[in-house]
C-alpha cells in the first residue's frame, strides 16, 4: 500500500509541474500585437523623456530594455505581424533606442534620436489605428 501511494504521490507532482510550466507567458508582454505594441510605445516615450536627474531612472530604462527584449522575441518570426507598417517602423525605433542604451548606458538619449524616436512611435500609432 505504501508503494502505491508514492507512486501516486510521484504522478501528481510529475502533472501538477508540468501544468505550471504551461501556464502564462514568460515575458512581460500579453500576446495582442495591437496592445503590446502600445504597451511597448509607452514605456519607450517615458524612457526617452525622462530627466538626466530623474530617481527612477534605472527602474524605467530598465523596464524599457526588457520590453524591447520581450517585443522582439515574441514578434521577431511572427508572419502575422512582419508584414505590417506599425511592425516595421517598430522594429527601427526599438533598434535605436536599444543601440543607444547598449553604446551609451549612462549618456541621456540626445535630442535628435529622441526626435526621431517620436515621430516613429507616432507612425506606429497611426498604422496601429487603421489596422496595421
Not at 49 to 54: A, Q, T, V
Request: aromatic share 6%; with cysteine.
Amino acid at each position: 500500500m505504501k508503494r502505491y501511494w508514492s507512486r501516486l504521490l510521484a504522478l501528481v507532482l510529475v502533472v501538477s509541474i508540468g501544468l505550471m510550466g504551461c501556464s502564462g507567458s514568460p515575458d512581460s508582454l500579453t500576446g495582442d500585437y495591437r496592445q503590446d505594441t502600445l504597451a511597448v510605445v509607452n514605456i519607450m516615450r517615458e524612457a526617452i523623456n525622462l530627466s538626466p536627474d530623474s530617481p527612477n531612472k534605472a527602474a524605467i530604462q530598465g523596464e524599457a530594455r526588457q520590453k524591447i527584449n520581450d517585443f522582439s522575441a515574441r514578434y521577431q518570426r511572427a508572419n502575422s505581424v512582419s508584414g505590417l507598417g506599425s511592425f516595421t517602423t517598430m522594429r527601427t525605433a526599438l533598434n535605436s533606442l536599444a543601440g543607444h542604451y547598449s553604446s551609451y548606458p549612462n549618456r541621456p538619449v540626445p535630442e535628435k534620436l529622441k526626435n526621431r524616436l517620436e515621430k516613429e512611435l507616432q507612425q506606429v500609432e497611426t498604422a496601429l489605428k487603421r489596422g496595421g
